[in-house]
C-alpha cells in the first residue's frame, strides 16, 4: 500500500484541487498522509470538512512550523505502509496515478538493491514535461540519471519506506530549510530507481514556493544550505562536476564563516582546492560557480 504525503502550510486554497485528483484516483488503495506545517489559515477545519465518506483514509498531523524537511521526517516516521509518495500540496496526480504506480511496485518490491520509482514531473497549465523526458524502464541511480544520462527537471519520486527511515533530514536550530538532495543523494549512492514515463504528476510553481525563494532560503539557511553543496560534491560520479561543487562549497562556507573542512569526507581534494578559491575570489576568476555565487550575493543585498 502507498503512502501518499502532503507537506503545507497556509495553503489551504489548493488543497482542494490536489484532493480533487486523489478522489479521482481509479484505485484508491492507498493513504493521504498531510503534515500541517504550523497553518494560521483554517488548514485544519478543511481537512476536517473532507475526511468523510471518501474513499481512502486521511491522516493529518498538526506540528509547529520548522520547514518542509521537519515535515518529511515526521511522515517518514508515522508511515506505516510499504511505500512512500511525495506530493507536494500545489500539485496533482493523473487519475490512474496510484494503479500504474501499484502494478509498478510489483516490479522492485524484492529487489533489495531498488529503493524505488521515479518519473517525470508534468505542468499542469499545459501537460508538457518539466525538464528532459526520462527514459523508460531501466534500473539507475538518481546521481547517474542526472550527471550521466544528462537528465534536468523535476521528479515524481516513490520510494520504499522501509528505506526512507533510514536516511532522515538533519534538523537544525534555527534554520528551516534543507535541500532535499541531502537525503536523496546518500540514497541514491547504495540505491538505483526504476524509471517511468508514464504522465502521472502534475505541478506548478507558485510565488511564494522554494524555487521562487531560492536565494533568499540559501542566504536565511547558511548550514543547511552547505549540507547540500557538501552532499553533491562528496556523491558526484563525475569527477569535473566533483570539483565544481567542493570549490563553491568551500567558497560558501568561508562566506558564510562555516568550518567547512571538519566533516568534509574528501578532505585531501579539499587541501588541494581551497587555495584555488583564494585565487578566484582575488582575480574574479569567471567560472560558473563563482558567477553563481556573486549573483546570489547581489540579490541579497536587493532584499
Known amino acids: 500500500m502507498i503512502t501518499i504525503f502532503t507537506p503545507t502550510y497556509n495553503r489551504k486554497h489548493l488543497l482542494e484541487r490536489c484532493f480533487k485528483s486523489l478522489v479521482n484516483q481509479t484505485n484508491h488503495n492507498f493513504e493521504w498522509l498531510i503534515i500541517d506545517d504550523g ?34 521526517n515526521t511522515a517518514v516516521k508515522k508511515c506505516k505502509n510499504d511505500y512512500f509518495l511525495i506530493l507536494d ?29 521515479i518519473g517525470n514531473r508534468f505542468r499542469i497549465d499545459n501537460k508538457k514535461v518539466i525538464g528532459t523526458e526520462i527514459p523508460n524502464e531501466i534500473m539507475i541511480s538518481g546521481l547517474e540519471l542526472y550527471q550521466k544520462k544528462g537528465f534536468k527537471g523535476d521528479t515524481l519520486r516513490l ?10 533530514f538533519p534538523e537544525i536550530e534555527n534554520e528551516n530549510f534543507i535541500y532535499e538532495n541531502v537525503v536523496f543523494d546518500k540514497i541514491d549512492t547504495k540505491y538505483k530507481l526504476l524509471t517511468i514515463n508514464n504522465k502521472l504528476y502534475y ?14 532560503l540559501k542566504k536565511n539557511n547558511p548550514i543547511g544550505y552547505s549540507l547540500s553543496l557538501k552532499s553533491s560534491a562528496e556523491t558526484a560520479v ?16 568561508r562566506k558564510m564563516k562555516i568550518n567547512g573542512f571538519k566533516n568534509f569526507k574528501k578532505k585531501i581534494l579539499y587541501i588541494i582546492l581551497e587555495p584555488v578559491t583564494w585565487v578566484m575570489d582575488f582575480i574574479k576568476y569567471p567560472c560558473f560557480f563563482y558567477n553563481l555565487f556573486k549573483k546570489e550575493e547581489e540579490e541579497w543585498k536587493k532584499n
Open 159 to 168: 520510494y520504499k519506506t522501509k528505506i526512507l527511515k533510514n536516511y532522515l
Open 238 to 253: 563525475v569527477f569535473r562536476k566533483k570539483v565544481n561543487w567542493t570549490l563553491l562549497y568551500i567558497i560558501w562556507c
Open 89 to 117: 500540496s500545489d500539485d496533482i496526480l493523473d487519475e490512474k496515478c496510484v494503479e500504474i504506480l501499484n502494478k509498478k511496485i510489483k516490479k522492485i518490491n524484492n529487489i533489495e538493491t531498488i529503493s524505488g520509482i
Open 203 to 216: 505541478g506548478e510553481y507558485q510565488e511564494n514556493g522554494y524555487t521562487s525563494q531560492s536565494n533568499k
Open 39 to 72: 497553518s494560521t489559515d483554517g488548514t485544519k477545519e478543511y481537512i476536517n470538512k473532507i475526511s468523510s465518506n471518501i474513499p481512502f483514509k486521511i491522516t493529518y498531523i498538526y506540528q509547529k512550523n520548522g520547514g518542509k524537511h521537519r515535515a518529511h
